[in-house]
């Protein structure tokens, strides 16, 4: 870093670092994935799952959370929209 004849730091200069590099994110990535080849990799899950319990219980665990998503998503139930209990 360097400085100017105050001593103060000149600009772009930060010391921090500019943070994660733009791009694709860990959910677009998922989604594309998903999107071009959900399918597919479903269909080699279940075969997976036909054989090992805990390639079942993962499938059906992340099946379960889909599922609780898309009924938030539908009905558009937020944690700051929860009922409140009566004030009495």
């Known amino acids: 870093m360097t400085t100017d004849n105050s001593g103060r730091f000149t600009s772009g ?3 921090k ?3 994660r590099p733009r791009g694709m994110t ?3 990535k ?5 999107t071009e080849k959900g399918a597919a990799l479903l ?4 075969d997976r799952a036909e054989h090992d319990d805990a390639v079942l219980a993962a499938l059906l665990s992340v099946i379960a959370s889909a599922e ?3 009924a938030v998503a539908r009905f558009g ?3 700051a929209q929860a009922p409140q ?4």
Not at 30 to 34: A, G, P, Q, Y
Not at 43 to 46: G, I, L
């Open 43 to 46: 269909e080699r899950a279940f």
């Open 68 to 70: 609780v998503s898309g």
């Open 77 to 79: 139930f937020a944690a």
């Open 26 to 28: 860990a959910a677009r």
């Open 13 to 15: 200069n930060a010391a």
């Open 17 to 19: 670092s500019p943070g």
């Open 85 to 88: 209990g009566d004030a009495n």
């Open 30 to 34: 998922l989604d594309r994935l998903l």
